[in-house]
């Protein structure tokens, strides 16, 4: 069983910034993308960043300039810079990881969900 917990969500005003985090803990191989996404109330869930294991990132429009993702392999960890924030960038932020594992001979992948923490961005 693979688990993602994020932390580092909460309240902050305009302007402000938070970083998040996720560290994924169980029993692979290896883990592969990693992302965060986000929904906010009444809306769909959005990406907002991804980054592969090698370290290269992909940004939604919206968050370019302002938002930075990066991970730390050693420790399955992905993390969420969040800076210059908007009361648009509330929502629910959950981390996604594409994991690895090995049955024998056998490598298959599974995708893994956090459940998510919230962000709010308010005056």
């Known amino acids: 069983q693979v688990q993602l917990v994020e932390s580092g969500g909460g309240w902050v005003q305009p302007g402000g910034s938070l970083r998040l985090s996720c560290a994924a803990s169980g029993r692979f191989v290896s883990i592969n993308d990693m992302g965060w996404y986000r929904q906010a109330p009444e809306n769909q869930r959005e990406l907002v960043a991804t980054i592969t294991s090698g370290g290269t990132a992909n940004y939604a429009d919206s968050v370019k300039g302002r938002f930075s993702i990066s991970r730390d392999n050693a420790n399955n960890t992905v993390y969420l810079q969040m800076n210059s924030l908007k009361p648009e960038d509330t929502a629910v932020y959950s981390c996604?990881?594409?994991?690895?594992?090995?049955?024998?001979?056998?490598?298959?992948?599974?995708?893994?969900w956090g459940k998510g923490t919230l962000v709010t961005v308010s005056s």
């Open positions: 996604k990881a594409g994991v690895a594992f090995r049955s024998g001979p056998l490598q298959y992948g599974m995708d893994y």
